[in-house]
């Protein structure tokens, strides 16, 4: 026989009386755990919205923020700067300043920040392709562009003990169309030297990919077409670190 049958009505009713309370209690008390946890959720959800909001901010000032050299676009190639070969390495030539004709073009940007130069062309081609009867039987080289921004009072060995210095990557922009271009560049600073900053470039050979592999670039002023570039801007985001 159970309990409840040997317990009386007043019993019954006390013990229901308990229970309820019991059962009250424990609401009560995981109504105030829910909502404690749902004040530490909304907090939590509070905290991550307000730096994301910050984030944004951040990212939006890093863009938005700029230091720009502007150019004017005219159009320069190998045969117009008169280049001259590195002694060193003859399939490259020596940096050069990009020549300009207008204002704007000099700027205090920020060293190692993320740096980019937009071409309204870097236009370059396989002269050897041409020619006749056997393709790259003389010419097997194509000539690319290289740039940096750095002193400009900087000459060309400055320039590459900074590159080997800083560790920065340089690379290398062309292509057999008309397309505008946005390359990424190192921008340089080189104690000693004023802090006004200019583009640079250089041109490199490359052994074209139709001619066997032990071929070895050629000399970059007499092989590898009359590569030619415009440039419209250089843009340094101060706040971004490469």
């Known amino acids: 026989m159970s309990n409840s049958q040997t317990m009386s009505l007043d019993q019954r009713i006390a013990a229901l009386q308990q229970t309820n309370g019991e059962l ?28 994301m909001d910050q984030a944004i901010a951040n990212l939006a000032a890093s863009h938005s923020d700029m230091r720009i050299n502007y150019y004017d676009g005219v159009a320069h190639s190998k045969a117009s700067m008169e280049i001259e070969a590195d002694p060193q390495q003859p399939h490259m030539s020596k940096w050069k300043l990009v020549p300009v004709s207008d204002i704007g073009y000099h700027q205090y940007p920020v060293a190692g920040a993320l740096t980019r130069v937009h071409l309204k062309n870097g236009y370059s081609y396989e002269p050897g392709y041409s020619e006749s009867p056997t393709q790259y039987a003389a010419d097997w080289s194509r000539s690319n562009m290289q ?14 003990a900074a590159i080997e210095a800083q560790g920065a990557t340089v690379y290398t922009t062309g292509g057999w169309n008309s397309c505008a271009k946005m390359v990424m560049i190192p921008c340089l600073s080189i104690a000693g030297l004023h802090p006004y900053t200019r583009l640079f470039v250089r041109f490199v050979n490359a052994v074209s990919p139709q001619v ?25 985001y101060p706040h971004i670190k490469v």
């Open 212 to 236: 066997p592999a032990d071929k070895q670039p050629q000399n970059i002023v007499d092989f590898g077409g009359n590569t030619t570039f415009a440039v419209d801007r250089v843009v340094n």
């Open 147 to 160: 740039f940096v921004l750095a002193n400009e009072h900087a000459n060309s060995e400055q320039i590459d």
């Open 24 to 51: 009250v209690a424990s609401n009560n008390t995981l109504t105030q755990t829910v909502t404690g946890k749902m004040g530490a959720i909304n907090a939590t959800v509070a905290s991550a919205e307000a730096r």
